[in-house]
C-alpha cells in the first residue's frame, strides 16, 4: 500500500481468533482496559459496546465495540455463536505487536491468532 501520508505516524494491527472465554458487555470493557494498559495507551471515553439484540441473521450475533484512544482506537467484532472475534488497533504512535497479540490471545483463552500489520 502506498504511503499517502510519511509524515503521519500510524500502525494499524488486525487480529482474529476463536475465543474459548464467557464474552459479554463487562469482559469487552475488561480487555480495552487490559489491553490499553499493556500498550501504554490512553482511552479518553468509555467503551461504546453494542450487540443487535436478535435483530439479523443468526449466525452474526455478538458485538461490536469501539474505545477512542488520546492516540485514535481500537474495534473489536465478536461472533458469539461460532465463538470469532475480529480486532483492530488503530494508533498514531507505536505499540508492541507481539505484546498485543499475546494479551489479546491471554485474556480471550485463544490457542491460535492470525495477524496482520498494515
Known amino acids: ?13 488486525l487480529i482474529e481468533g476463536f475465543y474459548t472465554a464467557d464474552v459479554d458487555k463487562d469482559v469487552i470493557a475488561a480487555y480495552f ?8 495507551l490512553r482511552m479518553y471515553g468509555e ?7 436478535g435483530e439479523g441473521k443468526e449466525e452474526n450475533q455478538g458485538y461490536d465495540a469501539f474505545v477512542p484512544l488520546i492516540d485514535s482506537g481500537i474495534s473489536l467484532y465478536v461472533w458469539s455463536s461460532s ?12 505499540f508492541d505487536e507481539k505484546k498485543a497479540i499475546e494479551v489479546t490471545k491471554e485474556f480471550f483463552s ?9
Not at 500500500?1 to 494491527?13: E, F, G, S
Not at 482496559?33 to 501504554?40: E, G
Not at 465463538?83 to 507505536?94: E, P
Open 33 to 40: 482496559k487490559k489491553v490499553t494498559d499493556a500498550l501504554s
Open 83 to 94: 465463538k470469532f472475534l475480529s480486532l483492530i488497533i488503530y494508533t498514531c504512535k507505536s
Open 1 to 13: 500500500m502506498k504511503d499517502l501520508a510519511p509524515d503521519i505516524t500510524r500502525q494499524r494491527l
Open 110 to 118: 485463544i490457542k491460535d491468532t492470525g495477524s496482520m500489520s498494515f
Open 47 to 53: 467503551p461504546i459496546i453494542f450487540s443487535p439484540g
